[in-house]
């Protein structure tokens, strides 16, 4: 009896869990009919304009540090970042993998709609000519070389190789199950 009670409550929060999507997006989009299509395609416009906006936050924030730069050479570096003056780098290291990540983050979601349509070349290019430009930035700014490469580089791939594997395992899954159902 306590099973069967069990897997009713399981149950349940399963449906409650996957019916949260369609409410959440019909509260954001009361304009639209219930035509899914619409949805999405809003969804998706809307998804550009926060990437759009993150990259552009985030790419401030990279390239002019808060706290900003050091001026003058009075016991420090200047144009190295003042953040960074701390002995243990921690904040700076912290604020450099989070801001890095989210930047990383939004041009992929940027990239992903425009993949293999018009201007798609041009967009990787921009996109790309943007992050050499990030991490330049980020570069002359932070003191210690070796964490600066190490921080950023893990950071700035991150999304991208997360990407991958999951697109990888999600294809040896659907594998699989065709050959499990192919078999039987």
């Known amino acids: 009896m306590a099973n069967i009670n069990d897997n009713h409550v399981d149950d349940d929060r399963s449906n409650i869990i996957s019916g949260i999507g369609k409410p959440i997006k019909q509260w954001f989009f009361q304009d639209f009919d219930q035509n899914s299509e619409e949805l999405d395609a809003a969804f998706k416009n809307n998804m550009l304009v926060v990437a759009t906006l993150i990259v552009a936050v985030t790419f401030q924030t990279g390239i002019a540090p808060p706290g900003g730069a050091w001026q ?3 016991g420090h570096e200047a144009g190295k970042a003042i953040l960074a003056s701390n002995h243990f780098h921690l904040p700076y290291n ?8 989210a930047f990383s983050m939004s041009t992929q979601i940027i990239l992903m709609p425009v993949y293999h349509r018009k201007l798609y070349f041009e967009v990787v290019v921009a996109t790309l000519a943007m992050v050499a430009t990030y991490g330049m930035a980020v570069w002359s700014l932070s003191p210690d070389e070796e964490v600066r490469l190490r921080f950023v580089s893990m950071a700035a791939l991150f999304p991208y190789l997360w990407r991958l594997s999951y697109q990888t395992f999600k294809t040896f899954i659907k594998k699989n199950e065709t050959t499990k159902y192919i078999d039987s």
């Open 94 to 101: 912290l604020f450099l993998i989070l801001n890095t990540l």
């Open 72 to 74: 003058d050479n009075k």
